[in-house]
T-cell receptor
Framework: AQSVTQLGSHVSVSEGALVLLRCNYS??????LFWYVQYPNQGLQLLLK??????LVKGINGFEAEFKKSETSFHLTKPSAHMSDAAEYFC??????????????FGKGTLLTVNP | DAMVIQNPRYQVTQFGKPVTLSCSQT?????MYWYQQKSSQAPKLLFH???????NEADTPDNFQSRRPNTSFCFLDIRSPGLGDAAMYLC????????????FGDGTRLSIL
């Protein structure tokens, strides 16, 4: 069974500072990994995904994440935080399992606040 | 733009009064999901359809039902809403072509009086 652990339920950074949101996963098969962002009273928006190939994945809004198999991690980074980045971020893992397993396992989320 | 649309965005119902939430998609994805999300929590999967095949999560209460009359539409029926069912309900879609990435609607926020 898969699982996702997001370290830190709340991260606070200053505008212009580095954003680092941590995600570790557990999966019995090669995982597909995702980061989603959720703004208040909205659905989840896909930021980026890792399936196969290049382990450094670039997403929207200047975010990127690196898949590290040896560390079972998929941390999300952005070099310079903007006020508009304030939101809830969810890491998720999916695997193809035995057949058509089309379900995601979400982490508990990390609330990012950006201080002026 | 292709998208997932949920109606209504806000729904208020009375304790015990049946309510239906709707979801439509123009992505032509074969998988559709319903999630329940409570404040400051991750989305919790209620069930999903793979084409017409319905897949219920083991811990989804019987009070929650779903219908998918065609590829584009999916409904969530709550037969007798309780106060604990107040939440955001999210619809999502995916397909193998999307490499399992799920596309979410903006959700319906359900309040129970």
């Amino acid at each position: 069974a898969q699982s996702v652990t997001q370290l830190g339920s709340h991260v606070s950074v200053s505008e212009g500072a580095l954003v680092l949101l941590r995600c570790n996963y557990s999966s019995s098969v090669p995982p597909y990994l995702f980061w989603y962002v959720q703004y208040p009273n909205q659905g989840l928006q896909l930021l980026l995904k890792y399936t196969t190939g290049a382990t450094l994945v670039k997403g929207i809004n200047g975010f990127e994440a690196e898949f590290k198999k040896s560390e079972t991690s998929f941390h999300l980074t952005k070099p310079s935080a903007h006020m508009s980045d304030a939101a809830e971020y969810f890491c998720a893992v999916s695997d193809l399992g035995g057949g058509s397993n089309y379900k995601l396992t979400f982490g508990k989320g990390t609330l990012l606040t950006v201080n002026p | 733009d292709a998208m997932v649309i949920q109606n209504p965005r806000y729904q208020v119902t009375q304790f015990g009064k049946p309510v239906t939430l709707s979801c439509s998609q123009t992505l032509n994805h074969n998988v559709m999901y319903w999630y329940q999300q409570k404040s400051s929590q991750a989305p919790k999967l209620l069930f999903h359809y793979y084409d017409k095949d319905f897949n219920n999560e083991a811990d989804t209460p019987d009070n929650f039902q779903s219908r998918r009359p065609n590829t584009s539409f999916c409904f969530l029926d709550i037969r007798s809403p309780g106060l604990g069912d107040a939440a955001m309900y999210l619809c999502a879609t995916s397909s193998r072509d999307s490499l399992l990435a799920q596309h979410f609607g903006d959700g319906t926020r359900l309040s129970i009086l």
